[in-house]
């Protein structure tokens, strides 16, 4: 049974930082390109940075230069170091995995809050 499982949410003031984990379970995780995503309030959910197999991260433009995604392979944990945090980046954050063969898992897990005041 897979379970993704973030923490690390929390209310912090704009400039501050937060540190995201994503825990997984029943999936081998190596394999896959572990994804952060963000949905706020009535808007869609998007995705904010993803980690290849080999560690290659990528990132959206709204948080280039300000959020660090990484993992620990050995753990089974996949972070979100999020830096100079801004009102707009106020969201409930999730984590997906992907593989080219299976795509995301289409259960998500609870998310974490995040919340910035300016």
């Known amino acids: 049974q897979v379970q993704l499982v973030e923490s690390g949410g929390g209310l912090v003031q704009a400039g501050e930082s937060l540190r995201l984990s994503c825990a997984a379970s029943g999936i081998t995780f190596s394999s896959n390109v572990m994804r952060w995503y963000r949905q706020a309030s009535g808007k869609q959910r998007e995705l904010v940075a993803q980690i290849s197999r080999n560690g290659i991260p990528n990132y959206a433009d709204s948080v280039e230069g300000r959020f660090t995604i990484s993992r620990d392979n050995a753990k089974n944990i996949v972070y979100l170091q999020m830096n100079s945090l801004k009102p707009e980046d106020t969201a409930v954050y999730y984590c997906?995995?992907?593989?080219?063969?299976?795509?995301?898992?289409?259960?998500w897990g609870q998310g974490t809050q995040v919340t910035v005041s300016s």
């Open positions: 997906n995995a992907w593989t080219p063969e299976r795509g995301l898992f289409g259960s």
